[in-house]
């Protein structure tokens, strides 16, 4: 008999791993002799990785095996990053074959459970006034989603519900509180928020948060969240049905719809990508990555250094502190495959003309104390564009951690569950004093530097900036956005116990060819800098490795 490795994407929490290994040991149970072995892994985040389970089955003399995806829809974890990883466990045992056993769903299984679940939240309350909204998880597959829309159609036909709606809580549209308005627009009064997930997760706790947020906002609304499908018989019937097909080499599925074999709409980029790793954190070979891959095709080669940006993803990119060979590599990789580029003024704008045809730039604006535009409004863009499937870059000058509100833009994408990540920059806090010939820490001049935001100046309610410590201290101040506020700070770090004759620098437009680098006494420094009209973007640097800058040194800004 052919033994079945049940395969689970994986979850960060502990009560989703354990209501797998559950549903493990249920279809253990109720395989009654049907099924060779079983044995449950994942491909990342949880234990036990895949690599243990299919080396248990392995190790007890099994060379042919089920590997069914625990999955409720044919996305990218089924199509190409489960079986990427098996094809992995044939190198690592020769001679060991399997069968792909097809996703659980569509099934009136399936849709029986998520009626019971919906039932049970409904406690006795009638179903021809209550609407269903039918949550599932989102993919950048145009097919996935398809086949959610296609059981909340399903689950709505003969069950009597006012109706039943489809929506996601990531990657696509329309999103929960997007759902939820459209059935209250369409007259809902009771509506019970069906979760389309087998386990707990942050995904399922997000639909629940979402949900609540927007009970609270609408008190006159009946809004009730069903429990997941979870742990259950049906569901174990189904691995074991889904099993059964698969030695039967009944695998019925539909590929006429697939944008990874089928040119789509807005996805043609998917078609004939080629399929690469991806392997358990726990994995001896380590490491992982999230490409697109082509899901009919078993052979790979490692490709983890290559950065990706994924369909529906967002990468906060820093561009460096103004000249476009000063971005980083992965930076700049990303920019070349962007669908949408959310830019700053500070950042290297040479980087526009590079990118390809059809990429659609979004101007942020964000100029110093002039027209701008709000960090609200990027964010929903932000969030905007990725759920649209597109691929966005977030460019921002310098590194988006120092005074760059990276993170806010970070956190806003997690809530929207929009797959970020952070791309980090060089920053002009060093850059602009290394190309003026300044070292911000030298051997016996200087063994620390601290950076500061001048937007605020001393004595503002709302700076947080300790003033009479930087007057106190003998290492190097580096002041960014501090043009207007040059002379405050001077006379506040003076009045501290800053001498008034400490080197101090100002460095406008640093790396490029206007690059201006004016040195003063401390108490000076403003006065020079307005007489020499420096303006925006400058930098200003305080300490005695200011004395440097009147060195020679061999074409430090490369210009």
Avoid at 346 to 370: H, M, N, T
Wanted: charged content about 20%.
């Amino acid at each position: 008999m052919t033994a079945l490795v049940i395969v689970g994407h994986g979850t960060r929490s502990a009560e989703g791993v354990a209501q797998f290994a559950a549903l493990v040991e249920r279809v253990r149970t109720r395989a009654g002799g049907m099924v060779g072995d079983v044995e449950g892994g994942f491909i990342e985040l949880s234990r036990p990785p895949l690599t243990d389970a299919v080396g248990a089955l392995a190790g007890r003399g099994h060379r042919a095996l089920v590997a069914l995806p625990l999955v409720l829809t044919a996305a990218g974890h089924g199509k190409g990053d489960i079986p990427a990883a098996l094809a992995r466990e044939q190198q690592r045992h020769p001679g060991l074959s399997y069968a792909y056993g097809r996703p659980l769903g569509p099934h009136p299984l399936l849709h029986t459970a998520l009626e019971e679940r919906i039932d049970a939240a409904l406690a006795g309350a009638d179903r021809a006034d209550t609407w269903v909204a039918l949550i599932g998880r989102g993919s950048t597959d145009p097919d996935a989603n398809a086949e959610v829309a296609k059981v909340a159609r399903l689950l709505w036909e003969g069950r009597g519900y006012a109706g039943v709606e489809p929506g996601f809580i990531s990657l696509a549209e329309p999103s929960v509180p997007a759902v939820l308005d459209r059935l209250r627009r369409l007259g809902a009064r009771r509506i019970v928020v069906a979760p389309y997930f087998l386990f707990t997760g942050v995904l399922p706790d997000r639909i629940r948060a979402q949900s609540r947020e927007y009970a609270a906002a609408h008190p006159g609304l009946d809004l009730r969240v069903a429990d997941l499908i979870g742990d259950c018989d049906s569901l174990a019937d189904l691995v074991l049905e889904r099993h059964a097909e698969a030695v039967r080499g009944d695998i019925r599925m539909n590929c006429d719809t697939c944008a990874y074999r089928v040119s789509m709409p807005g996805f043609v980029d998917k078609v004939g990508r080629p399929q690469t790793p991806h392997d358990h954190p726990d994995d001896p070979v380590g490491g992982h990555s999230h490409p697109h891959p082509h899901p009919h095709q078993h052979q790979h080669q490692h490709q983890h250094s290559e950065p990706v940006l994924r369909p529906g993803a967002v990468a906060v990119v820093g561009g460096g502190p103004g000249p476009a060979d000063l971005i980083t590599v992965r930076g700049r990789a990303l920019l070349a495959v962007a669908d949408v580029v959310v830019v700053d003024r500070l950042a290297p704008q040479e980087l526009l003309a590079g990118l390809r045809p059809g990429v659609q730039v979004v101007d942020a604006a964000k100029s110093p104390r002039g027209p701008s535009v709000g960090q609200d409004t990027i964010n929903t863009a932000l969030v905007r564009h990725a759920r649209a499937g597109r691929r966005v870059v977030r460019l921002k000058g310098g590194d988006p951690y120092v005074f760059g509100r990276g993170h806010e833009e970070v956190l806003a994408c997690a809530a929207a569950g929009i797959p970020v990540t952070v791309v980090p920059g060089v920053t002009s806090a060093v850059a602009a004093a290394a190309l003026a010939g300044v070292p911000v820490t030298h051997r016996g001049t200087a063994h620390e530097f601290t950076v500061v935001s001048g937007h605020l100046p001393p004595g503002h309610p709302d700076s947080l900036v300790d003033w009479a410590a930087l007057g106190r201290s003998r290492g190097t101040l580096v002041v960014l956005m501090g043009v207007e506020t040059i002379g405050a700070v001077a006379a506040e770090l003076i009045a501290h116990g800053r001498a008034p004759d400490t080197p101090a620098l100002a460095v406008q437009d640093a790396g490029h060819a206007g690059q201006r680098s004016l040195p003063a006494r401390l108490d000076e420094i403003a006065a020079v800098a307005a007489r020499a009209g420096v303006c925006p973007p400058a930098v200003f640097v305080v300490g005695p490795v200011v004395a440097f800058a009147a060195e020679p040194v061999l074409a430090t800004s490369g210009h």
